[in-house]
């Protein structure tokens, strides 16, 4: 057999008070595709932090060796002139700057003190056509989906002539038809010699695609998996990351008849004055009491701005066609008068328009509505604490305190957060968009318990979801959200995958 | 030793807060043996506060507007506008001050309104629709004073409020001769109000079964404050007592740091400075805030101005320069966070004692304006950073 191109021998890594790393092996064979699996926080990221040189030599024990030489990275340039580069989930481009620009920015091609556009053109158009891009490399990054974007991070790393290229979570913001396409051209990326670490939370994709598979857990490895041989399971790898054995994540539910009509949307349309175009047509649909309402679609097909024209539209859109929440003709203005009749609605994007990060548990819980613990404008501190640790309990959040900023909780437990801020403002009516992005197997298990739990007390939720399993396992119906309008409605016994995206992508 | 640990444990875990008060001790130290004890007397401490007095009430507003990502550059000269205002109100208008103060208060936060309406609704970054603040003032401090120049305020009400002091109990000569009997009364009073609501405040959390200070600790705080306010009290009954301007620049700091650390109002304005798209999801209306916070710093400005021309006893065509870029400094050294949603009204109050002490006390030593500045801008560059490099310690 030969040499491992990567092998990273007893890497111990220790934060004050944790074990992130404990004494990890971890070994990649030359053209393989590699992926990197665990619950959040069971050490994925921090193995990958210390291969590229972001935990310099010497601040972790162990020893890596790659080529079959022992490296001492200091920093992340160390790492990419050994040939290693990373992708993160937070893409790194510059938003106002050209494709090109960004796929050589840092390492611009030189003619003397001047940097060679012309060469610099030539070789990007190259290597686009390597990831099989089809964009104009003057185009700015900032008009790219999120897709795309993914692509040029990949052409990024390619114009430095990398020999591992690691993955962190690809696809976790990519509907399923640009996560294939992505998927396909690792593969090509293989057939070329590339080797590839992948880190992802999506099994499905994980066993799909890989080679071979190591479980993280708690800093530990669990196991190495040859997945050649087609014999690993989505069962297998969950008992390993949790180490139990989750039969069904989706928490069994009796699909009863609904009740009454709590939320109705009737001939609206939304425009956006700017991007000086029209997102919503024509849409139309209703929620009833005490059932999840599915909204499936592809990523830019309107389903968040859906959810941000209901809530108050806080983008200024120019709305028009009727709302109905409880059978009243409603207008809001804000998200506050939204709140005030009942909705409520958790982002999609929890760093970004979610949670305070610099701010702590308690204080993002009560956030929404802070006059429920208030007497004539005046907050009491300590109501807020027990508030805080109602909901901490109850949602069963893991933080040491409830006054610890959110920024140091795993993304499970922000998701949490979030969830009990809105569950404060004691809605009838609950919008979650993607209510388990980028969070693990076993937290979306109890965020799926949780909702459960709400449509069992009689509230309506509408979820919005790119993940289809998620879909299929939770609504009691489906609406597919095409190109601003409602494509199609499906009861859940009849919705198949094959079926949501063919509504999806017509 | 249990009260050692318990020391370190509440000193590390605080240091942020602490450190500013610590600096303030040391800096004051400093100046008391280089002045020989001048720096400390209460004549020196009394002045010191009435020179502090019109750019605290400006970092007390300033505060809100950093917290909130924004910043106000034309405090200073709406200030300096302000006070020629009340001052020809006075002296040409002839209108009393009861009816003046209230006047440019209210001009001075409609000033702050229009800054507010074009950073809310013209969506002008706060720097830029303040810049044009800063020239538009200048400016118009330039038109009404251009007939008269200086414009001197012959009102003695008015003039009390930047030099003047509280009154002091008749009859009672007697006892303690030369001590200003009031202010001890106050001082006392201070303290017991403080002793009372901390012990309150302990005895509710202890109720809901929340983690309070070890009692060792817990007397100590108390302890350390009740003497603090007693010796500024002694300090400040030596001479005359406490001055307008103190009172002016405590009802000032009382009042926002309970509006920024108790109410829903002061709360809405953390959450738009951590995260403004995270607020206004979560139904707190942003814009409306940008106008209270930069109304409040408007009529901050007109406080600032009314302080700034009484302990002049008049209006001149330069009052307010570079008022803002004081303030804006003393909000920094306060532990203000530059990226927002960060920082406490006491803070800045302490920040901009801070620097004054720096002036006063190089002034004393006859150390000359041109080193006074470096030092002052070594000090403000020091505070941020440790402002920076402890800010993720603790908690």
């Not at chain 1, 009737?266 to 175009?277: E, I, V």
């Not at chain 1, 203005?333 to 409520?344: F, S, T």
């Not at chain 2, 303290?191 to 005895?203: P, Q, T």
């Not at chain 2, 002694?234 to 009172?247: E, K």
Request: glycine share 10%; aromatic share 8%.
């Amino acid at each position: 057999m030969n040499t491992p191109l990567l092998e990273m021998q007893n890497i111990t890594k220790e934060f004050p008070g944790v074990k992130a790393l404990d004494n990890v092996s971890f070994q990649v064979a030359q053209g393989e595709i590699h992926c990197l699996v665990g619950e959040n926080g069971a050490g994925k990221s921090t193995l990958m932090k210390v291969l590229s040189g972001v935990y310099p030599h010497g601040t972790y024990s162990g020893d890596i060796l790659f080529g079959g030489k022992v490296q001492t990275f200091n920093n992340i340039s160390d790492s990419e002139k050994a040939g290693i580069a990373i992708i993160y989930q937070e893409l790194a481009l510059v938003p106002e700057l050209t494709v090109y620009e960004n796929i050589f920015i840092g390492h611009e091609i030189r003619n003397g003190f001047m940097v060679d556009w012309n060469e610099t053109i030539k070789r990007a158009t190259e290597v686009l056509k390597k990831v099989k891009l089809d964009v104009n490399p003057a185009a700015k990054i900032k008009d790219l989906g999120v897709g795309k974007q993914q692509l040029v991070e990949i052409a990024k790393a390619l114009s430095k002539d990398v020999k591992l290229l690691i993955l962190d979570e690809p696809t976790a913001s990519l509907n399923e038809v640009d996560s294939e396409n992505l998927l396909n051209l690792l593969r090509d990326l293989k057939d070329h010699g590339v080797t590839c670490i992948l880190i992802s939370h999506k099994l499905k994709e994980v066993i799909e695609i890989a080679d071979t598979i190591t479980v993280l857990r708690d800093g530990k490895t669990i196991c190495t998996l040859d997945a050649r041989n087609g014999q690993v399971t989505e069962q297998i790898l969950v008992k390993n990351m949790v180490g139990r054995e989750i039969d069904n994540i989706y928490p069994r539910r009796e699909h009863k008849l609904a009740g009454d009509v709590v939320l109705e949307v009737r001939g609206w349309n939304a425009y956006d004055p700017k991007a000086g175009r029209a997102i919503l047509k024509d849409v139309n649909f209703n929620l009833r009491k005490g059932e999840i309402v599915g909204f499936s679609g592809l990523i830019g097909s309107g389903r968040t701005e859906l959810a941000l024209s209901i809530f108050g539209n806080p983008d200024g859109y120019h709305l028009s066609g009727d709302l109905y929440v409880k059978g009243q003709p409603c207008k809001f203005g804000h998200p506050r008068d939204a709140i005030n009749a009942g909705v409520a609605y958790s982002t999609e994007d929890r760093k970004g328009d979610g949670l305070i990060l610099i701010q702590d548990v308690k204080q993002n819980i009560t956030l929404a509505n802070l006059v429920e613990i208030a007497t004539r404008g005046v907050v009491d501190n300590n109501a807020e604490v027990k508030v805080a640790n109602e909901y901490k309990g109850s949602l069963n959040i893991k933080t040491p305190s409830v006054e610890q900023k959110v920024s140091n909780l795993s993304g499970g437990n922000q998701q949490k957060v979030c969830l009990g801020k809105w569950l404060f403002v004691k809605p009838d009516i609950l919008i979650l968009d993607e209510p388990t992005r980028g969070i693990d197997v076993g937290a979306k298990y109890e965020i799926y318990t949780i909702m459960t739990r709400l449509v069992e007390q009689g509230m309506s939720i509408i979820m919005i979801s790119s993940e289809l399993p998620e879909i299929l396992g939770m609504s009691d119906r489906v609406y597919v959200v095409a190109s601003g309008k409602i494509a199609g409605e499906l009861p859940v016994e009849e919705a198949t995958q094959e079926k949501i995206m063919h509504l999806a992508t017509n | 030793m249990s009260f050692f640990n318990n020391a370190k444990n509440v000193l590390q875990q605080n240091i942020r807060e602490y450190g500013m008060y610590i600096a303030l001790f040391v800096i004051m130290i400093i100046f008391t043996i280089t002045t020989g004890g001048t720096f400390l007397s209460s004549r020196n401490i009394v002045n010191l506060v009435n020179q502090t007095g019109y750019i605290a009430v400006l970092a007390v507003g300033m505060t809100l507007v950093i917290i909130v990502r924004h910043i106000d550059l034309s405090v200073g000269f709406l200030a300096g506008f302000m006070g020629a205002i009340a001052a020809i109100a006075l002296v040409y208008w002839g209108l009393p001050v009861y009816a003046v103060i209230p006047m440019v208060l209210a001009l001075g936060a409609f000033a702050g309104l229009i800054t507010a309406f074009l950073v809310a609704q013209m969506k002008i970054p706060s720097f830029v629709a303040s810049l044009a603040g800063w020239l538009v003032y200048r400016g118009a401090i330039l038109v009404v004073t251009e007939g008269t120049g200086t414009i001197i305020i012959p009102d003695a009400a008015f003039n009390a409020i930047g030099n003047g002091f509280i009154p002091d109990i008749p009859g009672l000569d007697a006892f303690l001769p030369g001590a200003h009997k009031l202010t001890l009364i106050l001082g006392v009073l201070a303290i017991a109000a403080l002793v009372w609501g901390e012990l309150s405040n302990r005895k509710k959390k202890q109720s809901y079964d929340f983690e309070v200070l070890p009692i060792d600790m817990f007397i100590v705080k108390l302890i350390f404050m009740s003497v603090l306010i007693g010796a500024i009290t002694w300090v400040l009954a030596g001479y005359q007592g406490l001055s307008w301007t103190a009172v002016v620049v405590l009802i000032v700091t009382l009042i926002y740091n309970f509006v920024m650390s108790q109410t829903v109002l002061g709360r809405h304005i953390y959450a738009i400075g951590g995260n403004p798209d995270a607020a206004e999801l979560s139904g707190i209306n942003v814009n409306r805030l940008i106008y209270v916070v930069f109304g409040s710093m408007g009529m901050r400005s007109a406080l600032s101005g009314i302080l700034f021309a009484s302990r002049l006893q008049s209006a001149t065509t330069t009052a307010g320069n570079l008022f803002e870029l004081d303030a804006i400094a003393a909000t920094y050294v306060g532990g203000v966070s530059a990226a927002g949603g960060v920082g406490k009204v006491v803070g800045s109050i302490i920040g901009a004692l801070v620097m004054t002490s720096l002036t006063s006390g190089m002034n004393l030593m006859g150390i000359g304006i041109s080193y006074q500045y470096m030092v002052r801008g070594a000090v403000l560059a020091a505070a941020v950073i440790f402002d920076v490099t402890t800010r993720n310690r603790g908690k």
